[in-house]
């Protein structure tokens, strides 16, 4: 099945984007989300993060200690790529385990991922999507929407590629500015990806 990426700064509206797609049929795998939830279901991966990081990892009623895992991998990067040598694998698993119960009817499906091109992500999908936004607009939904401050959500910002690396990378684009409807957009694209797997499974 045709396999489209999306991914965005924080605070771009990827997740508002993708909700537009979903509107219109298309089921969307939301990465982030999966790999909260697998690092306290996934038995694989829970192991993987005991040996590494320690049993304190995890509470005695199986909850994820963030504060320890957080501890050990902010600021250091070493830790860090250790973190997501674990996690990304078994979200790639997670992946196919969705993708195989998708209905076979669906014409293509959308993985959206924050880390899509700081991880291998992008190169398991067949086409990608970045969503940008201007920074003040960023700021702005994202100190509303978390009710944190600029500081810190710049901060998170620090840690992703920045907007100009990930343009270099990706092959559509939507813009989620205060004067570009991103219906029009996501509708147009939706057009294209159609007549993509239209055409493959001819
Ligand atoms: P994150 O990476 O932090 O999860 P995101 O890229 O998924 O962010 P969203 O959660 O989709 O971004 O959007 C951030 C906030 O901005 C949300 O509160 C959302 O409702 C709002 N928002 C996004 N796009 C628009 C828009 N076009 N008009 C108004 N509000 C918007």
Known sequence: MYKVGITGGIGSGKTTVCKV??????????????AKEIMVTDKILIEGIKTTFGNLSYFEDGRLNNKHIASIVFNNESELIKLNALVHPAVFRAFD????????????????????????????????????APLQIKLDRVTARD???TDQVKARMDKQLSDDEKIK??????????????????????????????NSHS
């Open 21 to 34: 797609f979903e509107v219109l049929g298309i089921p969307v795998f939301y990465a982030d989300a999966v």
């Open 97 to 132: 385990v969705w993708e195989a119960q998708v209905s076979p009817e669906v014409p293509y499906t959308l993985k959206e991922a924050a880390l899509l091109f700081e991880s291998e992500s992008y190169k398991m999908v067949d086409t990608t999507i970045l969503v940008t």
């Open 147 to 149: 009710g944190v401050a």
């Open 169 to 198: 990378m990706a092959n559509h684009f939507i813009i989620n500015d205060e004067a570009h409807s991103i219906i029009q957009q996501v509708l147009a694209l939706h057009k294209q990806f159609l007549e993509i797997a239209a």
